[in-house]
T-cell receptor, first 114, second 113 residues
Framework: DGGITQSPKYLFRKEGQNVTLSCEQNLNHDAMYWYRQDPGQGLRLIYYSQIVNDFQKGDIAEGYSVSREKKESFPLTVTSAQKNPTAFYLC?????????????FGSGTRLTVV | GESVGLHLPTLSVQEGDNSIINCAYSNSASDYFIWYKQESGKGPQFIIDIRSNMDKRQGQRVTVLLNKTVKHLSLQIAATQPGDSAVYFCAEPRTNTGNQFYFGTGTSLTVIP
């Protein structure tokens, strides 16, 4: 079945540690996105990538980094520079708007600082 | 900042009643809107979408209405069931050319058995 797989489902990070969240899709979507969700808030865009080897900052990119070496994969690294990383992280992918988007989300990774 | 808002943060309905969830958007040029359902601890699931050349679109037990005059969307759920309990988001494109979306803060729907 086609879809987006995020792993791990739960992740614990110690102070000062970098952690990487995985996102893989087999939908043949060109665009991929990372969102952060905090309680009672909407989804905030961290980074997005329209095509392999290219990505842009979203609204809250500070303290995060990404790579897009393969069409299927868009990992997110939460660095020690992110002072408040505890949140629910969602990865999404889509087609181009010209062909109807097909915006699809993964099941999320809950990151907690310990 | 976000350009999509919702009128009510919470909504409680009796099982079997119809539910209406509202959403306001800010960009009159937005050409496409999506409604998502998010259950606790899960990723958002696509419910229904609508393009700006339509006023209404129906799915299975759901209907989306678009009023471009007042920049307002609504999601109607017929015969609401306990499984409909979730947070519902609307989304609109961030720009007129890109693929990124703004998402509302969500309305939490609780279905009372």
């Amino acid at each position: 079945d086609g879809g987006i797989t995020q792993s791990p489902k739960y992740l614990f990070r110690k102070e000062g540690q970098n952690v990487t969240l995985s996102c893989e899709q087999n939908l043949n979507h060109d665009a991929m996105y990372w969102y952060r969700q905090d309680p009672g808030q909407g989804l905030r865009l961290i980074y997005y990538s329209q095509i392999v080897n290219d990505f842009q900052k979203g609204d809250i990119a500070e303290g995060y980094s990404v790579s897009r070496e393969k069409k299927e994969s868009f990992p997110l690294t939460v660095t020690s520079a992110q002072k408040n990383p505890t949140a629910f992280y969602l990865c999404a992918s889509s087609l181009d708007r010209a062909v109807g988007y097909g915006y699809t989300f993964g099941s999320g990774t809950r990151l907690t600082v310990v | 900042g976000e350009s999509v808002g919702l009128h009510l943060p919470t909504l409680s309905v009796q099982e079997g009643d119809n539910s209406i969830i509202n959403c306001a958007y800010s960009n009159s040029a937005s050409d496409y809107f999506i409604w998502y359902k998010q259950e606790s601890g899960k990723g958002p699931q696509f419910i229904i979408d609508i393009r700006s050349n339509m006023d209404k679109r129906q799915g299975q037990r759901v209907t989306v209405l678009l009023n471009k005059t007042v920049k307002h969307l609504s999601l109607q759920i017929a015969a609401t069931q306990p499984g409909d309990s979730a947070v519902y988001f609307c989304a609109e494109p961030r720009t007129n050319t890109g693929n990124q979306f703004y998402f509302g803060t969500g309305t939490s729907l609780t279905v009372i058995p």
